[in-house]
Protein backbone atom coordinates (compact mmCIF):
# COMPACT_ATOMS: atom_id res chain seq x y z
CA UNK A 1 0.00 0.00 0.00
CA UNK A 2 1.10 4.05 -0.77
CA UNK A 3 0.13 6.45 1.78
CA UNK A 4 1.91 9.76 0.58
CA UNK A 5 0.99 10.95 -2.70
CA UNK A 6 3.51 13.42 -3.80
CA UNK A 7 2.87 16.29 -6.27
CA UNK A 8 4.41 17.20 -8.80
CA UNK A 9 5.22 13.88 -9.94
CA UNK A 10 7.92 15.34 -11.96
CA UNK A 11 9.91 18.90 -11.64
CA UNK A 12 12.33 20.76 -13.52
CA UNK A 13 13.86 24.33 -12.49
CA UNK A 14 16.88 26.25 -13.56
CA UNK A 15 20.02 25.97 -11.16
CA UNK A 16 19.48 28.58 -8.40
CA UNK A 17 15.38 28.90 -8.28
CA UNK A 18 13.45 27.11 -5.24
CA UNK A 19 11.66 23.94 -5.77
CA UNK A 20 8.63 23.00 -3.89
CA UNK A 21 7.35 19.41 -3.57
CA UNK A 22 4.07 18.63 -1.64
CA UNK A 23 3.21 14.94 -0.46
CA UNK A 24 -0.29 14.31 0.57
CA UNK A 25 -1.54 11.40 2.93
CA UNK A 26 -4.78 9.41 4.33
CA UNK A 27 -3.98 7.91 7.77
CA UNK A 28 -2.66 9.66 11.33
CA UNK A 29 0.78 9.75 11.66
CA UNK A 30 3.30 9.96 14.55
CA UNK A 31 5.70 11.61 11.80
CA UNK A 32 6.59 12.47 8.43
CA UNK A 33 10.02 12.00 6.57
CA UNK A 34 11.41 13.37 3.61
CA UNK A 35 14.16 10.86 1.85
CA UNK A 36 16.21 11.60 -1.38
CA UNK A 37 17.18 8.96 -3.97
CA UNK A 38 19.70 9.65 -6.74
CA UNK A 39 19.55 7.48 -9.50
CA UNK A 40 19.69 3.60 -8.77
CA UNK A 41 21.14 4.26 -5.40
CA UNK A 42 19.53 4.29 -1.31
CA UNK A 43 17.97 6.58 0.27
CA UNK A 44 19.63 9.48 1.68
CA UNK A 45 17.59 10.72 4.90
CA UNK A 46 16.68 14.55 4.96
CA UNK A 47 14.61 15.52 7.74
CA UNK A 48 11.82 14.31 9.81
CA UNK A 49 8.81 16.15 11.33
CA UNK A 50 6.48 14.74 14.21
CA UNK A 51 2.92 15.29 13.77
CA UNK A 52 2.96 18.11 16.69
CA UNK A 53 5.11 20.39 14.74
CA UNK A 54 4.57 22.62 11.93
CA UNK A 55 7.48 23.50 10.24
CA UNK A 56 11.31 22.37 10.51
CA UNK A 57 14.59 23.58 8.90
CA UNK A 58 17.83 21.93 8.03
CA UNK A 59 19.95 24.10 5.83
CA UNK A 60 18.44 25.01 2.65
CA UNK A 61 15.31 22.57 3.82
CA UNK A 62 12.16 23.61 4.47
CA UNK A 63 9.27 21.66 5.59
CA UNK A 64 6.15 21.83 6.55
CA UNK A 65 3.35 19.82 7.91
CA UNK A 66 -0.14 20.55 8.30
CA UNK A 67 -2.31 17.51 10.25
CA UNK A 68 -5.28 18.90 9.36
CA UNK A 69 -4.93 18.69 5.59
CA UNK A 70 -3.14 15.74 6.13
CA UNK A 71 -0.41 17.31 3.83
CA UNK A 72 3.50 18.20 3.77
CA UNK A 73 5.62 20.21 1.42
CA UNK A 74 9.30 20.51 1.15
CA UNK A 75 10.81 23.07 0.03
CA UNK A 76 14.27 23.76 -1.35
CA UNK A 77 15.97 26.81 -2.06
CA UNK A 78 18.75 27.92 -4.26
CA UNK A 79 18.95 24.71 -6.26
CA UNK A 80 21.96 22.58 -7.25
CA UNK A 81 22.80 20.53 -9.92
CA UNK A 82 23.35 18.25 -7.20
CA UNK A 83 19.94 18.58 -5.85
CA UNK A 84 19.15 16.25 -9.10
CA UNK A 85 17.10 13.34 -7.07
CA UNK A 86 13.54 11.53 -6.14
CA UNK A 87 12.13 13.18 -3.39
CA UNK A 88 9.80 10.72 -1.34
CA UNK A 89 7.64 11.46 1.52
CA UNK A 90 7.38 8.93 3.98
CA UNK A 91 4.64 8.53 6.77
CA UNK A 92 3.86 5.96 9.85
CA UNK A 93 0.71 4.99 8.44
CA UNK A 94 -1.95 4.41 11.24
CA UNK A 95 1.60 5.43 13.92
CA UNK A 96 2.36 1.72 12.91
CA UNK A 97 5.89 0.93 13.10
CA UNK A 98 5.80 0.23 9.12
CA UNK A 99 7.35 3.38 6.82
CA UNK A 100 5.37 3.66 3.60
CA UNK A 101 6.58 5.85 0.99
CA UNK A 102 5.05 8.08 -1.61
CA UNK A 103 5.34 7.74 -5.23
CA UNK A 104 7.73 10.23 -5.29
CA UNK A 105 8.85 13.83 -7.23
CA UNK A 106 11.78 13.59 -9.98
CA UNK A 107 13.41 16.87 -9.21
CA UNK A 108 15.65 17.55 -12.50
CA UNK A 109 17.65 20.91 -11.80
CA UNK A 110 18.89 22.17 -15.19
CA UNK A 111 22.18 24.12 -15.89
CA UNK B 1 25.38 7.49 12.71
CA UNK B 2 23.75 3.81 12.49
CA UNK B 3 24.79 1.80 9.79
CA UNK B 4 22.96 -0.33 7.88
CA UNK B 5 24.56 -3.03 5.00
CA UNK B 6 23.37 -5.07 2.22
CA UNK B 7 24.72 -7.86 0.51
CA UNK B 8 25.44 -8.04 -2.53
CA UNK B 9 25.58 -5.10 -3.94
CA UNK B 10 24.38 -6.40 -7.38
CA UNK B 11 23.49 -9.90 -8.35
CA UNK B 12 22.97 -11.58 -11.59
CA UNK B 13 21.22 -14.93 -11.51
CA UNK B 14 19.20 -16.97 -14.11
CA UNK B 15 15.90 -18.03 -14.12
CA UNK B 16 14.51 -20.63 -12.12
CA UNK B 17 17.68 -20.21 -9.49
CA UNK B 18 17.06 -18.71 -6.25
CA UNK B 19 19.16 -15.23 -4.99
CA UNK B 20 19.72 -14.93 -1.01
CA UNK B 21 19.66 -11.14 0.04
CA UNK B 22 21.42 -10.37 3.37
CA UNK B 23 20.42 -7.04 5.48
CA UNK B 24 22.84 -6.15 8.67
CA UNK B 25 22.60 -3.51 11.26
CA UNK B 26 26.32 -2.75 12.00
CA UNK B 27 26.43 -1.05 15.25
CA UNK B 28 23.05 -1.59 16.62
CA UNK B 29 20.56 -4.61 17.46
CA UNK B 30 17.31 -4.50 15.65
CA UNK B 31 14.31 -6.66 16.60
CA UNK B 32 12.55 -5.71 13.68
CA UNK B 33 13.57 -4.90 9.87
CA UNK B 34 11.55 -4.30 7.14
CA UNK B 35 12.37 -5.63 2.74
CA UNK B 36 11.26 -3.50 0.27
CA UNK B 37 11.13 -3.43 -3.52
CA UNK B 38 11.73 -0.61 -5.97
CA UNK B 39 10.97 -1.05 -9.62
CA UNK B 40 12.37 1.52 -11.99
CA UNK B 41 11.05 5.33 -11.90
CA UNK B 42 8.68 3.95 -9.02
CA UNK B 43 8.45 4.28 -5.35
CA UNK B 44 9.50 1.83 -2.60
CA UNK B 45 6.67 -0.48 -1.78
CA UNK B 46 6.93 -2.37 1.21
CA UNK B 47 7.17 -6.46 1.12
CA UNK B 48 7.09 -7.40 4.35
CA UNK B 49 8.33 -7.12 8.30
CA UNK B 50 10.73 -9.10 9.72
CA UNK B 51 10.80 -9.72 12.97
CA UNK B 52 13.55 -11.31 14.99
CA UNK B 53 12.80 -14.92 16.39
CA UNK B 54 9.03 -15.15 14.60
CA UNK B 55 7.71 -15.52 11.45
CA UNK B 56 7.86 -12.45 9.01
CA UNK B 57 4.52 -10.17 8.40
CA UNK B 58 3.81 -10.25 4.34
CA UNK B 59 2.11 -7.35 2.76
CA UNK B 60 -0.73 -7.95 0.69
CA UNK B 61 0.44 -9.40 -2.22
CA UNK B 62 3.21 -10.45 -1.65
CA UNK B 63 4.20 -14.01 -1.71
CA UNK B 64 5.29 -15.54 1.30
CA UNK B 65 6.60 -18.68 -0.39
CA UNK B 66 8.50 -16.80 -3.06
CA UNK B 67 10.26 -14.14 -1.11
CA UNK B 68 11.23 -16.23 2.35
CA UNK B 69 12.74 -14.02 4.96
CA UNK B 70 14.56 -15.05 7.82
CA UNK B 71 15.75 -12.96 10.84
CA UNK B 72 17.79 -15.26 12.81
CA UNK B 73 19.86 -12.76 14.88
CA UNK B 74 19.49 -8.91 15.59
CA UNK B 75 21.93 -7.62 13.67
CA UNK B 76 20.35 -10.31 10.42
CA UNK B 77 17.86 -10.77 8.33
CA UNK B 78 17.79 -12.42 4.65
CA UNK B 79 15.58 -11.84 2.17
CA UNK B 80 15.44 -15.37 -0.34
CA UNK B 81 14.08 -14.54 -3.70
CA UNK B 82 12.97 -18.51 -4.75
CA UNK B 83 12.96 -19.62 -8.22
CA UNK B 84 13.36 -16.46 -9.43
CA UNK B 85 12.04 -14.89 -12.91
CA UNK B 86 12.81 -11.83 -14.92
CA UNK B 87 9.67 -9.94 -13.26
CA UNK B 88 11.23 -10.19 -10.04
CA UNK B 89 14.47 -8.12 -11.40
CA UNK B 90 13.84 -5.08 -9.31
CA UNK B 91 16.16 -2.86 -6.80
CA UNK B 92 15.43 -4.44 -2.80
CA UNK B 93 16.14 -2.22 0.17
CA UNK B 94 15.93 -2.80 3.54
CA UNK B 95 15.41 -1.10 6.62
CA UNK B 96 16.43 -1.63 10.16
CA UNK B 97 14.17 -0.21 13.36
CA UNK B 98 16.69 0.98 16.11
CA UNK B 99 15.74 1.20 19.68
CA UNK B 100 14.65 3.59 21.74
CA UNK B 101 12.99 5.42 18.61
CA UNK B 102 12.82 2.80 16.23
CA UNK B 103 13.61 5.50 14.14
CA UNK B 104 14.33 3.53 10.43
CA UNK B 105 17.46 3.19 9.14
CA UNK B 106 18.06 1.99 5.67
CA UNK B 107 20.80 -0.34 3.53
CA UNK B 108 21.53 0.94 0.15
CA UNK B 109 20.11 -1.77 -1.37
CA UNK B 110 20.83 -4.50 -3.73
CA UNK B 111 20.04 -4.61 -7.65
CA UNK B 112 18.53 -8.15 -8.65
CA UNK B 113 18.80 -8.65 -12.53
CA UNK B 114 17.22 -12.28 -13.37
CA UNK B 115 18.28 -13.39 -16.92
Known amino acids: SQQGEEDPQALSIQEGENATMNCSYK?????LQWYRQNSGRGLVHLIL?????REKHSGRLRVTLDTSKKSSSLLITASRAADTASYFC???????????FGKGTRLHILP | GAVVSQHPSRVICKSGTSVKIECRSL??????MFWYRQFPKQSLMLMAT?????????EQGVEKDKFLINHASLTLSTLTVTSAHPEDSSFYIC???????????FGPGTRLTVT
Open chain 1, 49 to 53: IRSNE
Open chain 2, 27 to 32: DFQATT
Open chain 1, 27 to 31: TSINN
Open chain 2, 50 to 58: SNEGSKATY
Open chain 1, 90 to 100: ATDENRDDKII
Open chain 2, 95 to 105: SASRPPTYEQY
